[in-house]
Structures are given as structure tokens and as C-alpha cells.
């Protein structure tokens, strides 16, 4: 059986993206099935020559897809061969040789506005029978984003009641299925279409759902170089100030208050839970966030080795600094700076020889090393707050917060049904949670979590005995 795609690139088109990443996908399912994978195309150094099918087609995109067809249809070489016409954002899921079409052509027909009939996936036991309906299509075809779809109905429409065409139609589930999120599971799909904004998460979709390729990766490396950071432990080392060391469970709880965007929608609960005498933990920018609305936290945290987060510091709080904290942090809080060590056995802090500190761990950023420092310091009750480890209305925080380059690329990340904008450190943060949170509550920690975004949306996914979310304790 032949797979047949179309692949003309066109970069003036206003539609226009490299396809190739997907070809590659479709290639490759239909390798997994046994069939031949055949590019219909005009440029065959975009798609390779193993797979290419080279016409001489119209500039119109809209054209080209109906011309190219047409040839390949009108072939005498294929003129026997079962074939399947996708598109080229399409993979397959199950091997189409195992339907039988009663008839001249199997079309997929939907629930669609401007078309009943998808062109994502046609079915063509013999194509010689087919081929002058894709030739009168062509003949009216206009140059309009889906012409070629309309055209085509049409023309099937007119050969089926005029010449008695047969015609098999086939529902789009599962013969032309486009799933709806990335988690949705359509591997009882034929063809499974990525059209319109799924193509951003196909490679994902393919890697986990039907072992296709590879996926996507997404690396986060640490903002400051091992040797700055090294330096910084061995300056601050020196320092005659409190140490954080492991102290004896208690029956405290601890809210610790990240900068998400969402944390201004719980201003009530903290300011509640700090009148009824918890422990109110400030990371970073939410200290100064919630001073200027009249809540004190009882601590600050700063994780981050960079001289630029000394601007967090700001009176009242006692100030819990790692270690690798740039020394001019320490300077800007003061007395009232307590250090404590970032790391772990595998992986310790450059201490001076004969150190015997204890280490806190957690992930690479202050909102999940935040909540191993309140274990160290013998809380067994946390309540987390904006910690939404996704933007809102294109805003990463609560309040205005500068940042790098690096820092300002947005990945896309979708949990369950719903779609998020992240920074890559803060996705890197959320993907991280479940297994941290499952290892603090398997040590004795009982969490809640608050407010909204991808990390309470991946929270409310855990199974209720592992995490509370979104219930004040």
C-alpha cells in the first residue's frame, strides 16, 4: 500500500511552516506497517529523493495540492496500488490495509463548518478509477485556503450522483482522528491528523503515545557557572552567622509563598493563615509583594547565586540565604541573614574541609528547595502558594521582575485539557514537583496547593493520598 503526502514548499503562503519534522514521523509509521511512504512535491532536495514523488506543479498552493494528486492518480504505475492520500501532518496509528473500502473511495466525513469532508485521510483501493475526479476539481479550484477541499467534495459529489461514483464514507474517528490534546489518548485511531495548532505538540504526541521519534528535550542548566557558585560558598562559608541545621519535627504549618500571577487571588488565605500564627515563608520578590499589603512573612528565602537578587532583600523578614548566594545578598540583609547549605550527597556544596553541615535539597529553584528547607527546619505541614510555574496574560509574577534572555523563551506545556506558557526554568520546576512532592510526603509532609497554573493543574492530577490541593489546613 502506498502512503501518499504533499510537501510543496511555499514561504510566501501566510501558512507556511517546514514540514519535514512531520514527513519524517509519517515515515516512519508507515515503515512500523509495512507500506511505502511516497512526498508529492516540486522540490525533492526539502524531502529527500528516498521518498519523493516529483511533479511540475502551479505556484498556488491550493492548486499544487490537487495537481499533485492528480498526477500521482493518473500514473499508469499506480493505477492498481491500494493508496491512502493524508496529509503531510499526519501519522499512522493502526495499518490502514486492514480496511476494506466498499466501493471507489473512502472519504472522511465530519462535524466541520466549511466542509463536511477532511482531506487528512482519503482512502483509494485502485486509483484509475478516481483520477478524473481530481482532474475536474483541479479545473475549478480557487486559489483560497481549502479550495482543494471544497473542490474536491464537490467534484466527488457530482461523480457520484452523474457516474455513479462509489462512494464509501467513513467517520474521521477513528479513520481520520485528530486528537484533541496532548494527552488525549487516540491510538484507536487509523490516521491521526495534527492539523491546525496540533502540529506544535505532534512530536511530543507521536514520541509518548505511539513511540514515534524521539520527542522534544528540553534542557535547563543553572545561571551562574560551577566556579561562581564555588567561590560564593567558600566567601560566605567565613561568615559568623546562624547555620540552618536539621531540627526535630513539629506540628507548625508552613506557608511558602512563591510569585506566581495567581498568588494575588489568595491574599485572603495568607493573611489568614498568618493572624492564626503560621509561618509565613517569602521567596524572593513575594517578601516586598506582601509587606506593601501589610502581611510580615517570618522569612525570606533566596536561592539564586547571582549580586542581582540582593533587590529582594528588604527589612523585617529573617533572611534564610543559601550558601551560594552572592555575598553582597548576605551584605543587603544583614543581621538578620541565617545561611543555610544547597545540595546533597552526591552532589555537596564546596565546604571547607572537616564541615559536618547538613545539606538541603530539592530541585533548581527556590520553590522546590523552599519546601525541603521547611522539612530541614521540621515542618511537616506545607501550603504552597503561587506557585504557578506559568504565565498569566503573558505575566510570569505577581509583580514586576526583570529578566534574562534566557529567562524571557516561553515553551508551551499542556496538563490534562489545558494549554500553559512557561519560562523553561519554570517548567523545569513543575516537572519536577510530583516526584519531589511524593518523596516529602512519603518522609510525613502533608501539602495543600494553591491558587491556579501548570504546577497546581499537575498537583490536582496526584492521586488524593499523595497531595491535598487546593484545601486550607
Not at 134 to 162: C, F, M
Not at 195 to 203: C, F, I, L, Q, V
Not at 423 to 430: I, L
Amino acid at each position: 500500500m502506498n502512503i501518499v503526502s504533499f510537501y510543496a514548499p511555499r514561504p510566501e503562503h501566510p501558512f507556511f511552516q517546514d514540514y519535514r519534522p512531520f514527513l519524517a514521523l509519517l515515515r516512519a509509521s508507515c515503515e512500523r506497517f509495512g507500506h511505502n511512504h511516497l512526498v508529492l512535491t516540486d522540490d525533492p532536495m526539502e524531502v529527500g529523493s528516498e521518498d519523493a514523488y516529483v511533479v511540475d506543479l502551479p505556484r498556488p498552493l491550493m492548486k499544487a495540492v490537487l495537481a499533485a494528486q492528480y498526477a500521482y492518480l493518473a500514473d499508469p504505475a499506480m493505477a492498481d496500488v491500494p493508496t491512502v492520500l493524508v496529509g503531510a501532518d499526519c501519522v499512522l496509528a493502526n495499518d490502514p490495509a486492514a480496511l476494506r473500502v466498499e466501493g471507489d473511495i473512502g472519504i472522511t466525513i465530519g462535524d466541520f463548518a466549511d466542509c463536511p469532508m477532511n482531506t487528512g485521510a482519503i482512502y483509494i483501493p485502485r486509483p484509475a478509477a478516481v483520477a478524473q475526479v481530481w482532474a475536474e476539481a483541479l479545473a475549478h479550484a480557487g486559489e483560497d485556503w481549502g479550495d482543494d477541499q471544497t473542490s474536491l467534495h464537490l467534484a466527488i459529489s457530482i461523480a457520484a450522483s452523474r457516474r455513479g461514483l462509489r462512494v464509501h464514507e467513513l467517520p474521521v474517528d477513528p479513520y481520520n482522528l485528530a486528537p484533541d490534546t496532548p494527552g488525549d489518548d487516540c491510538r484507536r485511531g487509523v490516521v491521526l491528523h495534527f492539523r491546525g495548532a496540533r502540529k506544535r505538540w505532534m512530536a511530543d504526541y507521536c514520541h509518548k503515545w505511539l513511540g514515534l521519534g524521539v520527542g522534544c528535550t528540553l534542557t535547563v542548566v543553572p545561571n551562574s557557572t560551577d566556579a561562581a557558585i564555588g567561590d560564593n560558598v567558600r566567601r560566605n562559608a567565613t561568615r559568623a552567622i546562624p547555620v540552618i541545621g536539621i531540627r526535630d519535627p513539629h506540628d507548625g504549618h508552613a506557608a511558602l509563598i512563591g510569585g506566581g500571577p495567581s498568588l494575588a487571588s489568595c491574599l485572603v488565605e495568607i493573611r489568614w493563615r498568618k493572624e492564626h500564627g503560621q509561618t509565613i515563608f517569602a521567596l524572593n520578590g513575594a517578601a516586598r509583594w506582601l509587606i506593601e499589603r501589610g502581611i510580615e512573612p517570618d522569612y525570606g528565602v533566596i536561592l539564586d547565586p547571582r549580586a542581582s537578587n540582593a533587590k529582594f532583600i528588604v527589612p523585617g523578614p529573617a533572611w534564610l540565604l543559601a550558601s551560594q548566594c552572592d555575598p553582597s545578598v548576605f551584605d543587603a540583609a544583614g543581621d538578620s541573614a541565617s545561611m543555610w547549605h544547597f545540595g546533597s550527597h552526591d552532589a555537596p556544596p564546596p565546604l571547607p574541609p572537616g564541615s559536618n553541615a547538613d545539606l538541603v535539597s530539592g530541585g533548581l529553584t527556590v520553590g522546590l528547595t523552599a519546601m525541603g528547607l521547611a522539612y530541614v527546619m521540621g515542618f511537616r505541614k506545607l501550603h504552597l502558594y503561587g506557585y504557578d510555574s506559568s504565565d498569566s496574560d503573558a505575566q510570569a509574577h505577581a509583580y514586576a521582575q526583570s529578566e534574562t534572555t534566557a529567562e524571557e523563551h516561553r515553551v508551551e506545556v499542556w496538563c490534562g485539557a489545558r494549554r500553559f506558557s512557561a519560562s523553561a526554568g519554570m517548567y523545569a520546576q513543575a516537572a519536577a514537583f510530583e516526584e519531589w512532592a511524593n518523596t516529602l510526603t512519603a518522609a510525613g509532609v502533608m501539602m495543600t496547593v494553591h491558587g491556579d497554573g501548570l504546577l497546581p493543574q499537575i498537583a490536582r492530577h496526584m492521586h488524593a493520598a499523595t497531595l491535598i490541593g487546593e484545601q486550607a489546613a
